[in-house]
């Protein structure tokens, strides 16, 4: 499944944009990418988060921020109370944004290190998210002026959580401009349930096999099988979570699997399980 790309709007009086999004049913499994860094707050919901080849339990008052093209989506299994809705509020901010914002104030550039994480994924601790909460919350009905100052306050606060643990590693600098390597993961993450060739991409980034290796594992600290293997047990999972019904092989087949031994081996080798205890634990746990 190709993840959508979202166009994130910006105000005509504003550098970075924010979403109050409240929804009385689920949030939806919606698998997207964008090239802003994505700081989500979820709040009254449980259910599964997905980010690139990573699929995790999430609970309330669950905040994360998300690296620029990043494949993502939450899915949601209930409301811890019933009668308020799911909240997620989303904050967006370019690279551009960020990298202006350390270069042209000597005082934010402890933001360095996070950003620089987060180019893959973190998810920060639940004592840091829970002092985060109210000034998040808070942002809703600011101004825009009010709004930045707290913002910049906001990502002080999170640069300091020594807890804070990576979901996603961070991909190597520079990966956004290489534009061998981008056009390259642009084709894997629109067509990895199909059968691709590391001779295929190496051709696309217009390099030799080898060097090819090398550059992928540079900036993505994988292999290409090895990245593709990981997008291909990310969709497996929420598959396995969604249709309860569908059979294993026919879930293999949908994420580019022929041969099912070798699916059951790479998710057991990921997710510490087979497919059919994965969907059970998933099942029971948010009965």
Not at 13 to 32: C, K, T, V
Not at 70 to 76: E, I, K, L, Y
Request: aromatic share 8%.
């Amino acid at each position: 499944m190709k993840p959508s790309f979202e166009q994130i709007p910006t105000a005509a009086n504003a550098s970075w944009s924010m979403l109050d999004r409240r929804l009385p049913e689920a949030i939806p499994f919606e698998w997207h990418h964008h090239p802003e860094y994505e700081l989500t707050l979820t709040l009254n919901s449980r259910g599964q988060r997905y980010v690139s080849g990573d699929v995790r339990a999430y609970d309330d008052v669950d905040l994360v921020l998300i690296g620029p093209n990043v494949p993502h989506s939450w899915s949601s299994q209930q409301r811890l109370d019933p009668g308020q809705p799911h909240v997620a509020l989303v904050i967006w901010f370019s690279e551009a944004w960020a990298t202006s914002l350390t270069g042209l104030f000597p005082e934010m550039a402890g933001l360095r290190p996070l950003l620089a994480a987060a180019r893959g994924a973190l998810q920060f601790s639940a004592e840091a998210a829970r002092q985060a909460r109210p000034a998040i919350e808070a942002m809703v009905a600011e101004d825009q002026p009010t709004r930045l100052v707290s913002l910049l306050g906001l990502l002080t606060h999170l640069s300091r959580d020594a807890c804070a643990e990576m979901i996603l590693p961070a991909v190597g600098e520079g990966v956004i401009e290489d534009i061998r390597l981008q056009r390259v993961l642009e084709h894997i993450h629109g067509h990895y349930c199909q059968a691709l060739t590391v001779a295929e991409l190496a051709r696309m980034a217009c390099v030799s096999v080898s060097a090819f290796h090398r550059m992928f594992r540079r900036h993505t600290r994988a292999t290409p099988l090895e990245y593709i293997a990981r997008l291909r047990i990310g969709r497996a999972c929420a598959l396995l979570v969604q249709g309860s019904q569908v059979p294993v092989t026919q879930v293999a087949e949908a994420v580019g699997y022929a041969s099912l031994a070798l699916f059951n081996r790479q998710f057991k080798a990921r997710q510490g399980m087979t497919p059919s205890a994965f969907r059970q634990v998933h099942r029971v746990r948010f009965q």
